[in-house]
C-alpha cells in the first residue's frame, strides 16, 4: 500500500489568493478569506442551554453577537448559532468547546456544518461605509448596522449572514455565505471594489 | 469667433487651461469646466443639430438639458446632452438627424413640405401605391431615417456600479429652498442627502440675480453653501433624482452610477421650467430662455450675443436684461406685454439707457440665410403695428411651470388657475413636502422660508423636533405669462421635439380629439426627449380654448417615471453570471476536463486531453465497464434530518417505507407533490435512529427542501431539515474494480463484500478524511458513493487517484445509467409524469396509509394511462436523425417524445428511452419515430435495463 501524506484541507480561493503570515496591522481597505479559520455551527434543540452550560455567553437576543475568549458567537436563531474564532486571539477556547461538543451525549444541539459550507469572508478598512452599499440593499449606516449587529439578508446577490465585527479598531464587516459561490463572491468584490486588496489567512 | 466675457463671468471654467474636441470634424477650443454646448457657443456654433420631423436648424434652448435642441452624439454614445456634458480633450462630436452636413442638411427639403405632412398624416399615408407598398417601399425608408442617435453594435465596454443608501431625509434640488431644507433638517440631528443635477449647489442662485441688485443673491449663495458644508449633509452632485417610488423610493443617476435610495422623508425643491413663448419660427438658433442666457454668461463666460431683444414675460425678463446690460451685449428692446409696469424696474432699465416696449408681443423672428440664425424680430402693439427690430438675440422670459414630475410620481395632482399662471400641486402624500419655486414661489426670501419649514417638517416627522403646527409658506406672486396665438403662416411650434405646431394641436382637435391624453397620443405632443416640459402647458391652453373649456376642465397630462433618460447599462443588471464550483473544480481544470454550466453549477463534460470529446467519452465508458473511474458527484443536493420525527416524516414525504429502514442501511427515495406527479428522487442512508442523510438530484433540491419545509411545519413534526448541498462534496467511485482501489487506502471502513452489501452505508475515516460511504448502483458497476466535507474533497481525490482511479465526467456518466435504464429526473420526467408511466410502481410503499402525492397516484391509476415510458434501440444506424425530443407518433399523431437517446458503446447499438402509447411499449412491440430530418422509422421495444438485467455486476 502506498504511504499517503497526511490529507489537508482545501477552501475554494486558496489558488487565487496571497497567503498572509497573520493579520495586517495597517488600515488598508482589504477582503481576507478567513474560510480555513474554526468556526462552528450549531443549530436545533439544546443549542442554547448546552452553550450556557459551557459558559457561553449568548447574546440575549437573536441578530446580536458576543465576543468571549477569542470566539465571537452570532446568534441567528432561537436555537441556532454560529461561533467564529477571533483571528486575533488563540483559537484554543474554540477548539476545546468543538471537543466537548463531540464528548457530548445528551441535548446539544445539531453540527449545521458552517465550517464547510460557508464561505467566511472579511471586508475591513476605512472605505467600508462607502463599500457595503454595493454589497448589499440593506440599510448599512451605523446606527442600523453598528458593532455587534447580526443581518441575515441578500449581499453579493445571494443569501448571507453579515456581521460589523470592528476588529482592533478597523471599521470590518464579516460576511458568510455559500462556500460553492466563494469564487463568484471574489470576482464580484474585485468588480466593485477595485481598490480592496485580497488576501487569505490559515489558522 | 470668440464669443468669452471677461473675468468676472464663467464661474465654473477654468481660463488658466484649454482644451480642444471637434464637432462635425471642426476643431473646437473649450476650457476644463465647459459643456459642449458652451464650448461650441463661445466658438460661434450655434446650430447644434436638425429636428426630427422638419430638419430645422436647431440651437441652445434651456442650457439646461431639458430639451431636445442638443442632444449630440459622442463616439459610440448616442443622445448625449450638449449642454449637460462636459467638453474634454479629444472627443470627437457629431450632430444627431442630419444628412449630409449639419449647415447643408439634405433633410431640409422636407421643411418646405411640411404642408404634405399634417399632424398624423403617417395614419393616412404610406399606404399606396401598391398593396406592398409600407413594407417594401415607405418602411425602410421611413427605418433609415427616422430615429436620432446612432446606436454601435461594437460599443466600448462600459462600467455601470449600483448601489443601495437609506437617509433619513432626501433633498432634490439644492437650489435655495433645497439648501435651507437639508441645513433645517441636518442641524436637527437628521442623516440628510442633498441631490442636485448640476455640477455644483446653489439652483437658481448660481446663475440668476433674483433682484436688479445682484449682490443679495450671490451672497446668500455663499451662506447657504457655508452653512451646507458645516451641516455634514451628503451631498450628490452631478445627479438626477429619476422617479420616486412607492416608500420614498429613489433612483438617482450619477453618471454610469445608479445609487437607490430609501429615504424616510423627502423634500421635493425641484424648481421649476421656464416656458418658451409660441411665435413664428421661435425655434430659431438664437431664441433661448432668459434662464439659458444667464447660464451662458455666469457659468460659462459666453456671450450668448451681439444685440438682444428681450422679452419680458414675467420680471425675469427685467434681471435677464439687466446681465445683458451688465455683461456688454447691446440691447435692441425690452418687450413687455403689459401696458403698466407691474415688476418695478421699468425704471432701472430706463436709467441704464434701455428702450421698453409696453404692450407688445413677439410676432415672427426671421432667420438668416438657411435659417441657421436668427436676424431680426417683428414686434407688434396692441393696435397691430408691426416694428422690425434686427437682432442675433431673442432672451425669453416667459413664465414657468414648477417642477412637478416628483411630486406627480408621488401621487399628487397638478392643477392650475385659467390662466395657466399660478399653479398649485395639491395631494402629497405623507412623508413628503415641497418648497421653493416647486410650490409656486419666486420671491427669494419666501423660497428659502419654505425651504426651512420643509426641513422642520421632515425633521418632525423624524421625531427630531416636536411636531409644530407651521404657517403656510408665503405665498409670493406667481409669474405671469402670456397666451399663445398661431400664426397664420405656422412654423409657430409649440413642441420643438416633434416639430409640432399650433395648427397640428388644432388640426387634431378637429380631427375629433377633444381630449388631452387622446390628442397626446395622437399628435405625439409631449412625447419626445423633454417629455412635455415645455408643451404641456401650451398645449392644454390650446385645447381649452378650442373646446370652450377652462384649463381646470382639461387639465395638463399626468408625468410617470423616468424623469429623464436613463441609460440601459443603469437598467441592465450587470452583475456577473452566478456561477457555483464544486471543491474539486481546480482539480478538474488541472486534469484538462471540458467543463460545462449545469444551472449554476460548472461540471466536467470529459477530460478530452487532446482526443475529440467523443473518443474521450467512449474512453470514460469503457473505463467504467472495464476498470474503476470517479466521477464528482457533490452537486447532488444533500439533505441533514434528525430529531425524533425525522424517520416518521420521511415516511410520509418519501413513497418507500423509511420509518423501520435499519441503521447502517440505504433505500431509494421517490418523492411525488399532490398530484401525484414525480417531484424527485435520491437515496436515504440511516445513520441513527432520529438521523437521515438524504441525496436530492441537483435541479430539485431546493424545491425539495422548500417542499418538506412546508410540510414539517403543517405536520408540526420535530425534525431538523438542513440542506448541507454545499458543506458536503461526493464522489461517485464505480467500475469493477472499485473495491479494489478502496481497499488500498487506510481506514476505519470495512470494504469488503461481506462487510459491505448493496445498499449499505458506513461512516468512518478513508485516507484520513472522514466519509459517509454508500454503497448504491446508478452505472450498473460495482459503486460507492463517498460523501465527506467539501474541504477535504481534493485530498480524498488525490487519494483515490494514487489507488488507481482515474476520473470520468458527466457525458459518460449519461450513457452508463442510461445503459441501465436509470430515469434522470428532469430529463425523463416532467410535471406531469407519474410512477406508474414509469413502471415505478414498485417504489410505492402498499402498506403505509399515507405519502404524499398516494391518493392522488391512486386516482390518477384509476383514469387510466395515456402514455408510458419504454426501452427502444434502433435495429441499424441513425440515420433517420433521432434524437432526444424526437416525436413518438400513434396512429399518426404524437403521443410522446424521445427523453435520452445515444450510442451505447458497451452495447454497440443506439438506444434510448421515450414515451409511448401503453400498448405499443410493451418490449416485443415497436413505435414509430420521427427524426428531425422528419424521416420516420419503427424501433423495436426492449426490456429495460440494456445492460446486466440481472443486476450481477452491480452487486459483486
Known amino acids: 500500500m502506498t504511504a499517503l501524506a497526511a490529507p489537508a484541507r482545501s477552501w475554494p480561493l486558496d489558488h487565487r489568493l496571497p497567503l498572509l503570515k497573520g493579520w495586517p496591522t495597517d488600515d488598508r481597505n482589504r477582503m481576507l478569506d478567513l474560510s480555513p479559520l474554526p468556526r462552528l455551527g450549531l443549530r436545533g434543540p439544546g443549542t442554547s442551554a448546552w452553550l450556557a452550560g459551557q459558559g457561553c455567553p449568548l447574546p440575549e437576543t437573536i441578530h446580536r453577537s458576543a465576543g468571549t475568549e477569542g470566539m465571537t458567537i452570532l446568534r441567528l436563531g ?95 464587516v464579516d460576511i458568510l455565505f455559500d462556500v460553492a459561490s466563494s469564487g463568484f463572491a471574489a470576482d464580484f468584490i474585485a468588480d466593485v471594489l477595485p481598490g480592496f486588496e485580497m488576501g487569505r489567512l490559515v489558522r | 469667433m470668440n464669443n468669452r466675457l471677461g473675468n468676472g463671468w464663467g464661474s465654473r471654467i477654468d481660463r488658466n487651461a484649454s482644451m480642444a474636441f471637434t464637432f462635425e470634424g471642426r476643431p473646437v477650443t473649450a476650457h476644463p469646466g465647459d459643456t459642449i454646448a458652451s464650448a461650441l457657443a463661445a466658438n460661434g456654433e450655434w446650430v447644434l443639430s436638425r429636428s426630427f420631423k422638419y430638419h430645422r436648424p436647431r440651437g441652445v434652448l434651456t442650457m439646461a438639458g431639458q430639451d431636445a435642441n442638443t442632444l449630440v452624439q459622442i463616439g459610440d454614445e448616442a443622445n448625449v446632452r450638449a449642454d449637460l456634458r462636459e467638453a474634454a480633450q479629444g472627443m470627437a462630436v457629431t450632430p444627431l438627424n442630419v444628412s449630409g452636413s449639419l449647415r447643408r442638411d439634405r433633410g431640409r427639403i422636407i421643411d418646405r413640405l411640411g404642408r404634405f405632412l399634417p399632424v398624423g398624416f403617417y395614419y393616412r399615408t404610406f399606404f399606396g401605391p401598391g398593396k406592398n407598398s409600407w413594407l417594401k417601399l415607405w418602411e425602410p425608408i421611413i427605418r433609415a431615417s427616422a430615429g436620432l442617435g446612432t446606436v454601435s453594435l461594437t460599443p466600448a465596454r462600459r462600467h455601470y456600479a ?73 451631498v450628490l452632485t452631478g445627479a438626477t433624482c429619476n422617479g420616486r417610488f412607492a ?84 440691447i435692441a428692446a425690452v418687450v413687455d406685454p403689459e401696458t403698466e409696469d407691474r415688476d418695478g424696474l421699468s425704471d432701472v432699465l430706463i436709467q441704464r439707457g434701455l428702450t421698453v416696449m409696453r404692450g407688445c408681443r413677439i410676432t415672427e423672428a426671421q432667420g438668416n440665410r438657411g435659417g441657421l440664425h436668427l436676424k431680426s424680430v417683428e414686434i407688434r402693439d396692441d393696435n397691430g403695428t408691426a416694428t422690425s427690430l434686427d437682432c442675433d438675440l431673442l432672451v425669453v422670459a416667459g413664465g414657468y411651470t414648477p417642477g412637478y414630475q416628483l411630486a406627480l410620481h408621488a401621487g399628487a395632482r397638478l392643477t392650475s388657475d385659467d390662466s395657466g399662471t399660478r399653479f398649485s400641486i395639491t395631494g402629497m402624500p405623507p412623508h413628503v413636502h415641497l418648497a421653493g419655486a416647486a410650490a409656486g414661489l419666486s420671491d427669494l426670501g419666501a423660497v428659502v422660508a419654505s425651504g426651512e419649514i420643509a426641513g422642520t417638517r421632515a425633521a418632525a416627522g423624524l421625531g427630531l423636533l416636536p411636531a409644530q403646527d407651521l404657517p403656510a409658506p408665503v405665498q409670493a406672486r406667481w409669474r405671469r405669462a402670456v397666451p399663445s396665438q398661431a ?91 452566478r456561477y457555483r464550483h464544486t471543491a474539486l473544480h481546480a482539480v478538474h481544470q488541472a486534469a484538462g476536463a471540458r467543463m460545462s454550466p449545469v444551472g449554476a453549477w460548472w461540471r466536467p463534460l470529459a477530460y478530452p486531453g487532446t ?74 442512508y440511516r445513520l441513527a435512529e432520529d438521523h437521515f442523510y438524504v441525496t436530492a438530484t441537483t435541479g430539485a433540491v431546493e424545491r425539495l427542501y422548500a417542499e418538506m419545509m412546508l410540510q414539517k411545519t403543517l405536520w408540526g413534526m420535530e425534525v431538523d431539515i438542513q440542506n448541507v448541498t454545499a458543506a458536503f462534496a461526493a464522489i461517485n467511485l464505480t467500475g469493477p474494480h472499485a473495491r479494489e482501489v478502496l481497499q488500498r487506502l487506510p481506514g476505519s471502513i470495512d470494504f469488503t463484500r461481506e462487510g459491505f452489501a448493496y445498499l449499505d452505508g458506513r461512516s468512518g475515516e478513508l485516507a484520513g478524511c472522514p466519509v459517509r460511504a454508500m454503497r448504491i448502483g446508478f ?19 488525490a487519494a483515490l487517484a494514487q489507488a488507481g482511479a482515474e476520473p470520468y465526467g458527466l457525458e459518460a456518466s449519461r450513457m452508463l445509467r442510461l445503459e441501465k435504464g436509470h430515469i434522470i429526473i428532469g430529463q425523463d420526467t416532467d410535471a406531469l409524469s407519474t410512477p406508474d408511466e414509469l413502471d415505478m410502481g414498485w417504489a410505492l410503499s402498499r402498506k403505509k396509509p399515507f405519502h404524499v402525492g398516494k391518493a392522488a397516484t391512486e386516482q390518477r391509476r384509476a383514469m387510466g394511462r395515456k402514455r408510458q415510458l419504454c426501452g427502444f434501440v ?82 459483486i
Open chain 2, 247 to 330: 416608500d420614498n423610493w429613489m433612483p438617482v443617476l450619477q453618471g454610469d452610477r445608479l445609487i437607490r435610495i430609501r429615504a424616510a422623508e423627502l423634500v421635493l425643491a425641484t424648481g421649476a421650467h421656464e416656458q418658451p413663448l409660441i411665435f413664428r419660427n421661435n425655434d430659431l438658433p438664437g431664441v433661448m430662455l432668459s434662464s439659458a442666457a444667464q447660464r451662458l454668461m455666469r457659468h460659462y463666460g459666453v456671450r450668448p450675443g451681439q444685440r438682444a431683444v428681450v422679452y419680458a414675460g414675467d420680471r425675469d425678463g427685467y434681471l435677464a436684461a439687466l446681465d445683458l446690460d451688465d455683461a456688454g451685449v447691446r
Open chain 1, 78 to 172: 432561537a436555537e441556532e448559532v454560529v461561533i467564529l474564532s477571533d483571528p486575533l486571539a488563540d483559537p484554543d477556547r474554540l477548539t476545546r468547546l468543538q471537543q466537548d461538543w463531540q464528548a457530548t451525549t445528551g441535548p446539544k444541539g445539531f453540527d449545521a456544518y458552517r465550517d464547510e459550507g460557508w464561505c467566511w469572508l472579511c471586508l475591513s478598512g476605512p472605505a467600508i461605509s462607502d463599500a457595503l452599499p454595493l454589497l448589499t440593499a440593506i440599510d448599512t449606516r451605523p446606527n442600523a448596522f453598528g458593532l455587534g449587529t447580526v443581518v441575515q439578508t441578500r449581499a453579493l446577490h445571494m443569501d448571507a449572514v453579515l456581521v460589523r465585527t470592528d476588529r482592533g479598531g478597523v471599521p470590518s
Open chain 2, 162 to 234: 449600483k448601489e443601495t443608501r437609506h437617509c433619513d431625509l432626501l433633498v432634490v434640488g439644492a437650489g435655495p429652498a433645497g439648501l435651507a431644507a437639508a441645513i433645517t433638517a441636518a442641524k436637527a440631528g437628521a442623516d440628510v442627502i442633498l441631490v442636485e443635477k448640476e455640477p455644483e449647489l446653489g439652483g437658481a442662485l448660481t446663475y440668476a440675480r433674483f433682484d436688479a441688485n445682484a449682490a443679495d443673491a450671490a451672497c446668500k449663495l455663499a451662506e447657504l453653501r457655508d452653512k451646507a458644508a458645516a451641516a455634514g449633509i451628503t
Open chain 2, 779 to 797: 452505472t450498473g458497476e460495482l459503486s460507492y458513493e463517498l460523501h465527506l466535507p467539501q474541504s477535504h474533497a481534493p485530498a480524498l481525490w
Open chain 2, 487 to 577: 400664426h397664420p403662416k405656422g412654423r409657430d411650434f409649440v413642441d420643438f421635439d416633434e416639430d409640432l405646431q399650433v395648427k397640428d394641436i388644432e388640426n387634431a382637435i378637429a380631427d375629433g380629439y377633444r381630449e388631452l391624453e387622446l390628442i397626446k397620443r395622437y399628435s405625439t405632443v409631449g412625447m419626445g426627449p423633454s417629455q412635455g416640459r415645455h408643451a404641456a402647458l401650451a398645449t392644454a391652453r390650446i385645447v381649452a380654448r378650442k373646446t370652450a373649456r377652462s384649463l381646470a376642465e382639461v387639465g395638463i397630462t399626468t408625468s410617470r417615471p423616468p424623469f429623464g433618460p436613463e441609460k440601459l447599462g443603469l437598467l441592465a443588471d450587470t452583475t456577473p453570471e
Open chain 2, 874 to 955: 434502433l435495429p441499424g444506424g441513425n440515420d433517420a436523425g433521432i434524437g432526444e425530443s424526437s416525436l413518438v407518433l400513434s396512429n399518426g399523431q404524437p403521443i410522446g417524445h424521445v427523453t435520452s437517446f445515444g450510442h451505447s458503446p458497451t452495447l454497440g447499438k443506439w438506444i434510448g428511452l421515450a414515451y409511448a402509447a401503453p400498448e405499443d411499449a410493451k418490449p416485443g412491440s415497436q413505435i414509430r419515430l420521427r427524426g428531425f430530418s422528419a424521416t420516420e422509422i419503427k424501433a423495436p421495444v426492449v426490456a429495460l435495463p440494456f445492460y446486466d438485467a440481472d443486476n450481477t455486476r452491480q452487486e
Open chain 2, 611 to 684: 482526443a475529440p470529446m467523443s473518443d474521450a467519452i467512449r474512453r470514460e465508458i469503457r473505463l467504467v465497464r472495464e476498470a474503476v473511474g470517479m466521477l464528482d458527484v457533490s452537486t447532488l443536493g444533500k439533505l441533514e434530518l434528525r430529531g425524533k420525527d425525522a424517520a416518521t416524516f420521511l415516511d410520509r414525504i418519501y413513497t418507500m417505507a423509511h420509518a423501520r429502514q435499519p441503521v447502517g442501511r440505504v433505500r431509494y427515495c421517490l418523492a411525488l407533490n399532490e398530484m401525484g406527479s414525480i417531484l424527485d428522487d435520491g437515496v436515504a
